[in-house]
């Protein structure tokens, strides 16, 4: 079975410009969630899709938005890009995206805002 | 609300030496209890899980974690450390009728040659 795969691996952008990272969860598996990871802040947590649905959102600006599709594929977006987004963002999927499901991370898209 | 504490930010072991990588968690209902590895450049990688029965699990790359409940806590241990598992290690709990998981802030380990 294939992994979770995230495209693009990386990503450099400026100041105030918006960027959408993708994410393709394991096949059979309808929950998505994506993560912020900074070296000062650790992983963060940002939201979680299930069936199209965002379930659960952790605490960022309504710059960060995200979707799924029917085929359980992800999309987040940021929009108004600022330094402090500068991060390595990671996506998970799991069978019912219960607190209990074992998480399949992606290696991640490290963004890189100038 | 549930949390996760991973008290040491970052360890330095010898290789060939033991480890053992503290996790404690607080909440009052029976808990899921993950580690998870994150190479340089990855993403995270399941080592164990525990959710019930013997308290003693033993998970990939010769890593255990024992559950106790009393002390709430669910330390990862190896008996002899490879220069391979220099990483973070990163403690997560879930929880029936809980919306998410929560991640610990992860110990990074060194390891010495």
């Known amino acids: 079975k294939a992994g979770v795969t995230q495209t693009p691996r990386y990503l450099i952008k400026t100041r105030g410009q918006q960027v959408t990272l993708s994410c393709s969860p394991i096949?059979?598996?309808?929950?998505v969630s994506w993560y912020q990871q900074t070296p000062g802040q650790g992983l963060q947590f940002l939201f979680e899709y299930f069936s199209e649905t965002q379930r659960n959102k952790g605490n960022f600006p309504g710059r960060f938005s995200g979707r799924q599709f029917s085929n359980s594929r992800s999309e987040m977006n940021v929009s108004t890009l600022e330094l402090g987004d500068s991060a390595l963002y990671l996506c998970?999927?799991?069978?019912?995206?219960?607190?209990?499901?074992?998480?399949?991370f992606g290696p991640g898209t490290r963004l890189t805002v100038l | 609300a549930q949390s996760v504490t991973q008290p040491d930010i970052h360890i330095t072991v010898s290789e060939g030496a033991s480890l053992e990588l503290r996790c404690n968690y607080s909440y009052g209902a029976t808990p899921y209890l993950f580690w998870y590895v994150q190479s340089p450049g990855q993403g995270l990688q399941l080592l164990l899980k525990?959710?019930?029965?013997?308290?003693l699990v033993q998970g990939i790359k010769g890593f255990e974690a024992e559950f106790k409940r009393s002390q709430s806590s669910f330390n990862l241990r190896k008996p002899s450390v490879h220069w391979s598992d220099a990483a973070e290690y990163f403690c997560?709990?879930?929880?029936?009728?809980?919306?998410?998981?929560?991640f610990g802030d992860g110990t990074t380990l060194t390891v010495k040659p």
């Open positions: 525990y959710f019930s029965g013997d308290t």
């Open positions: 096949s059979g598996h309808r929950s």
């Open positions: 997560a709990v879930g929880f029936t009728n809980a919306g998410k998981s929560t």
């Open positions: 998970a999927s799991s069978l019912a995206g219960l607190s209990t499901d074992t998480q399949y």
